[in-house]
C-alpha cells in the first residue's frame, strides 16, 4: 500500500537554512506526485505544492513560490522541503503526503519545525 | 488562489447526522468535480474519507457520504459516533496540478 515516513522535529533560529525529508516506501515511489502541506499552530491545513519524482516537475500554491523549494531524490525515494532562510513564520507542522488516486492517500507523520531567536 | 469556505463548526448528538458544506469558485470546485475530504485527529496525519467528491477509500465507514452540486461540495456523516469527533478539511484540485484546502470544520459530538 505504501508508506511515508519523515524526518524528525527541528528547532531552528531566524535567518538559518532548513531542510526536511519525506521517505517513501512500500510502493513505487518515483511514479506518484508527493505534496507538501503546512499546518500552523491553531491554524488549518494549507496546500504548498507538489513534485512528481520520476521527472522532479513541480507545482507550488502562489502562497508559497518563492518561500519553499521542494525538490527529490528518486534513488533514495525521499522528497524534500528546504528553506534558504527561516522566518518565525515559518514555525509549523510540515506533512508529506503522496497524491494519488484523486486524494492525498497516504501521510507522512508530520514534521514540526520550530523557528525561534 | 483563496482556501475554500467551510463553516467553522457544527455539532451533533451521538446517532445524528452532520453536514459539513465546501463552497468554492467557478476556478475549483465547480470546475473540476475533484474534492477530497479529510478527518484530522490532534495530533495524528490526516486522513482522507472522500475522494472525487463521493467515492469512498477502503475502510472508510459507509456513513460518510460525500456530494457537490455547484461550487459547493458537502460530506455528510450519518449515526454520529463518538470517534468521529475531529476537524474535517476539504480540498480541491484547482487547475495546473495544484490543490487548495478548506479553512477546516470542528466537529463536535455533544
Known amino acids: 500500500e505504501g508508506r511515508l515516513v519523515q524526518s524528525g522535529a527541528e528547532v531552528k533560529k531566524p535567518g538559518e537554512s532548513l531542510n526536511i525529508s519525506c521517505k517513501g516506501s512500500e510502493y513505487s515511489f518515483a511514479n506518484q506526485w508527493i505534496a507538501w502541506v503546512r499546518q500552523m499552530p491553531g491554524k488549518g491545513l494549507e496546500w504548498m505544492g507538489i513534485i512528481y519524482p520520476g521527472d522532479s516537475d513541480t507545482r507550488y500554491s502562489p502562497s508559497f513560490q518563492g518561500q519553499v523549494t521542494i525538490s527529490v531524490d528518486k534513488s533514495i525515494s525521499s522528497a524534500y522541503l528546504q528553506w534558504s532562510s527561516l522566518k518565525a513564520s515559518d514555525t509549523a507542522m510540515y506533512y508529506c503526503?503522496?497524491?494519488?488516486?484523486?486524494?492525498?492517500?497516504?501521510w507522512g507523520q508530520g514534521t514540526m519545525v520550530t523557528v525561534s531567536s | 488562489q483563496s482556501a475554500l469556505t467551510q463553516p467553522r463548526s457544527v455539532s451533533g448528538s451521538p446517532g445524528q447526522s452532520v453536514t459539513i458544506s465546501c463552497t468554492g469558485t467557478s476556478s475549483d470546485v465547480s470546475d473540476y468535480n475533484s474534492v477530497s475530504w479529510y478527518q484530522h485527529h490532534p495530533g495524528k496525519a490526516p486522513k482522507v474519507m472522500i475522494y472525487?467528491?463521493?467515492k469512498r477509500p477502503s475502510g472508510v465507514p459507509d456513513r460518510f457520504s460525500g456530494s457537490q452540486s455547484g461550487n459547493t461540495a458537502s460530506l455528510t456523516i450519518s449515526g454520529l459516533q463518538a470517534e468521529d469527533e475531529a476537524d474535517y478539511y476539504c480540498c480541491s484540485y484547482a487547475g495546473s496540478y495544484t490543490w487548495v484546502f478548506g479553512g477546516g470544520t470542528i466537529l463536535t459530538v455533544l
Open positions: 472525487d467528491v463521493s
Open positions: 503526503a503522496r497524491q494519488a488516486r484523486g486524494s492525498l492517500d497516504i
